[in-house]
Structures are given as structure tokens and as C-alpha cells.
Nanobody, 120 residues
Framework: QVQLVESGGGLVQPGGSLRLSCAAS????????MGWYRQAPGKERELVAT???????YYADSVKGRFTISMDNAKNTVYLQMNSLKPEDTAVYYC??????????????WGQGTQVTVSS
């Protein structure tokens, strides 16, 4: 019904930047909110940042001031600009969307994940 396709991960040195993108497609009427989560090896998946359709944002304390989430409602796409990256930011980053389908149902969806590695 809905697919989330992420892009933009990779290898970057400490202090560097990356921009993640996640595009939603399918039987979408509207999107209530989108967000980014991450999961490091041996750890549980954790919330990184979220944004509502109206533009309200939330950030985990660990990324405040370094990461910026934004959303293009017309393109059903969410972005995560990551600056001043640290080795502890290394993880698989997952996109999440809360979607209102054309049927009227509301479901949550996950992307396949994109690897971010911060290392010198």
C-alpha cells in the first residue's frame, strides 16, 4: 500500500555532514507525521527526530543542535540533515511515517533502513 524509500547514508568522518531522504509513495491521502529512528549494533531502536504535517518538530537530546528534520508535504518526503557527526551516531537509520490512506485507514510504515557510519 505504502512504500518508504530512504537514501543518503554512507561513510563520513567525525565532524562531517550527511543528508538523509525518505520518500513515501502509494495509496496516500495524507501524512500525519514522519520521523527518523536509528539502531546501533547491540542496541534498541531509538527515536531521533519527528515532524508533523504542520511543521512541529521533536529531537532526541543526543542530536539537538546538530540534526535538522524537514518535510516536503507536496513530495511526501522527509529529510534529516546531520551535521557535526560523531562516531556514536553510527547506526542504521530508519524512516517512519504515519499515513492516512485513500481508504481512510491510518497505518504506520517503515523504510528498509540506510547505514550511517561515522569513522576516521
Amino acid at each position: 500500500q505504502v512504500q518508504l524509500v530512504e537514501s543518503g547514508g554512507g561513510l563520513v568522518q567525525p565532524g562531517g555532514s550527511l543528508r538523509l531522504s525518505c520518500a513515501a509513495s502509494g495509496s496516500i491521502f495524507s501524512i500525519n507525521h514522519m520521523g527518523w529512528y536509528r539502531q546501533a549494533p547491540g542496541k534498541e531502536r531509538e527515536l531521533v527526530a519527528t515532524i508533523t504535517r504542520g511543521g512541529s518538530t521533536y529531537y532526541a537530546d543526543s542530536v539537538k543542535g546538530r540534526f535538522t528534520i524537514s518535510m516536503d508535504n507536496a513530495k511526501n518526503t522527509v529529510y534529516l540533515q546531520m551535521n557535526s557527526l560523531k562516531p556514536e551516531d553510527t547506526a542504521v537509520y530508519y524512516c517512519n511515517a504515519n499515513v492516512v490512506l485513500v481508504t481512510g485507514m491510518v497505518n504506520g510504515y517503515w523504510g528498509q533502513g540506510t547505514q550511517v557510519t561515522v569513522s576516521s
